[in-house]
């Protein structure tokens, strides 16, 4: 009974962590307090559950409990009833049950607090990382190593975005679909930034979470109905991008759920509905107006388009490349070029690029920078150096699988012992 409930618990975290604190936030418009609350309903769940029995409907059971505990805690900061009333009557707090929404506005609960917290009196980056760690669950190391800084970077940016939205008395709202635009790059970074952990994670459990690839790729459609006349050609791509990605997912882990490389993957386990389903999707994207999804999605396309590896036509990848680092310039745009490069131009033309973006010092932690270079190396037949950046990205990696794929790369270029 105790395994059972606290395997309730550990899902029910998982996949409606996100959902549960957005709900609480829209409450009592206060990120700090709506965690906080329902870190304890977590706790209370754990210590109650194996007792009573998991509750028909954990996650409402898990936001009452928080509610009633959030309420608590504001009592116990000395406020009065008349403070919870002045709340009330602000709108700060509301009942449990959602009020039905007008057809016009967005149609998905996870979807309308994605909007409504990718607010544009944040900075850009901000709207990102706070909708990551409140509403999709992230933590606060996934979202810093998605945005290559430190983890004390992260988490001084998020208590700067909450103190903000506190100080200014941002509202927590549902917003119209007349502030959808002004919202969308935000909201489309976020999924795609919630499908990047899904398909690489970066904690210490599978590779590939299914879990929020799904997530990720429901919500690339649903924002897709939002855009009226139609949807753009960022919101295609990413569809698009994500769909071609996912349907890798099979081939991408061997038995013992270790990394295989794109080259080397088997691609009759490859999903060729999803392909089929997203190809015409980049060509409308491309269509619209090239952006960075869509370009991506394009290279994406051309991978899968190839029924063998040494079929991958890597001259129209790199031209890919080419306007896309013209059109946004990055230190990652710049590492995913050079392996276009090796391939067209070799081993030692791409060296070049990944010293200097080594030298410039903005993907110092990143490991995959440092497992690129030492595939090069070990191109260029300079094994010893190969070994010595295959260490360093593993001193880097933090995901299991990466790891021992790193692990197996040090002990085939490493010298054998004496």
């Known amino acids: 009974m105790v395994a059972d409930t606290s395997t309730a618990v550990d899902e029910l975290y998982r996949t409606d962590w996100g959902r549960i604190v957005a709900t609480l936030i829209g409450m009592f418009g206060d990120f700090d307090l709506a965690e906080e609350s329902a870190q304890e309903a977590f706790a209370a769940a754990v210590d109650q559950w194996p007792a009573s029995g998991v509750p028909e409907f954990p996650r409402a059971w898990v936001i009452q409990t928080a509610r009633h505990k959030a309420i608590d805690r504001l009592r116990r900061q000395a406020l009065s009833e008349q403070k919870l009333a002045d709340y009330r009557s602000s709108g700060l707090v509301r009942e449990f049950e959602e009020p039905a929404l007008p057809g016009e506005e967005i149609p998905d609960e996870r979807l309308r607090l994605i909007f409504t917290c990718c607010h544009p009196a944040l900075a850009l980056e901000a709207q990102v990382a706070l909708t ?12 810093a190593r998605a945005f290559l800084v430190p983890v004390a970077t992260m988490a001084q940016r998020l208590v700067r975005a909450k103190r903000k939205i506190r100080d200014a008395r941002i509202p927590y709202v549902v917003p119209q679909t007349s502030d959808i635009p002004e919202r969308l790059d935000a909201v489309l970074a976020v999924i795609y930034l919630v499908f990047n952990e899904g398909y690489a994670a970066t904690g ?12 990720a790729i429901r919500l690339g459609r649903l924002v897709r109905t939002l855009m009226v ?15 071609l990605q996912d349907a890798r997912r099979d081939a991408r882990l061997d038995a013992a759920g270790d990394l295989v490389l794109l080259e080397e993957q088997d691609r009759t386990r490859w999903h060729r509905g999803q392909i089929a389903e997203a190809l015409p999707l980049v060509e409308e994207a491309i269509r619209g107006g090239p952006g960075p999804f869509a370009l ?19 001259r129209q990848i790199l031209g890919l490349y080419d306007v896309l680092a013209r059109l946004n310039p990055s230190p990652i745009v710049a590492l995913n070029r050079a392996v276009a490069v090796a391939f067209v131009e070799g081993p030692q033309a791409a060296l070049a690029i990944v010293d200097f973006l080594t030298t410039a010092g903005d993907l110092e932690n990143y490991h995959l920078l440092h497992a690129a270079r030492a595939d090069l190396l070990r191109r260029a037949g300079d094994l010893a150096a190969a070994a010595t950046s295959y260490r360093r990205a593993l001193a880097l990696a933090t995901n299991p699988s990466e ?9 085939e270029v490493e010298p054998p012992a004496v």
Do not use: K
Not at 204 to 215: F, H, I, Q, S
Not at 229 to 243: D, F, I, S, V
Not at 296 to 314: L, N, S, Y
């Open 403 to 411: 790891r021992r794929f790193l692990e197996r790369r040090v002990r």
């Open 229 to 243: 006349p139609g949807p753009p050609a960022e919101a295609t791509g990413l569809l698009a991008l994500m769909l």
């Open 204 to 215: 210490e459990g599978p590779l590939v979470r299914t879990d929020l690839c799904a997530e």
């Open 296 to 314: 991506q999605a394009a290279i994406a396309a051309v991978h899968c388009e190839a029924a063998r590896p040494e079929d991958t036509d890597w």
């Open 132 to 143: 990551l760690r409140t509403l999709c669950g992230l933590q606060t190391d996934e979202i």
